[in-house]
Nanobody
Framework: QVQLVESGGGLVQPGGSLRLSCTASGFMFSRYDMRWYRQGIGKERELVASVSRAGDSTNYGDSVKGRFTISRDNAKNTVYLQMNSLVLEDTAVYFC???????????WGKGTLVTVSP
């Protein structure tokens, strides 16, 4: 059974930090590009960050560049999102996504809520 389970969300003050984790099971994690998306209330889902299968290539949305860092540990089947200097606009549900163009498959987690509030 394929699962992507996010954790690490919560309430944080502006300027604070959080580290999200997403642990995968049921598929060949190291063969999948991994992404973090987020969706705020009344907003469209947006791509936050992505990391290649080997972890040697990353990309970030403009709104998080320089503040967020995506990484992965293929031995632990886990992808991380380190979020620093959080601002109110970072409030959203954060989703983990796994995608393989080779296999033509894509999986989503259920999300973890991040709330940035004074």
């Amino acid at each position: 059974q394929v699962q992507l389970v996010e954790s690490g969300g919560g309430l944080v003050q502006p300027g604070g930090s959080l580290r999200l984790s997403c642990t995968a099971s049921g598929f060949m994690f190291s063969r999948y590009d991994m992404r973090w998306y987020r969706q705020g209330i009344g907003k469209e889902r947006e791509l936050v960050a992505s990391v290649s299968r080997a972890g040697d290539s990353t990309n970030y949305g403009d709104s998080v560049k320089g503040r967020f860092t995506i990484s992965r540990d293929n031995a632990k089947n886990t992808v991380y999102l380190q979020m620093n200097s959080l601002v109110l606009e970072d409030t959203a549900v954060y989703f983990c996504n796994a995608r393989s163009f080779l296999f033509g498959t894509e999986y989503w987690g259920k999300g973890t809520l991040v709330t940035v509030s004074p």
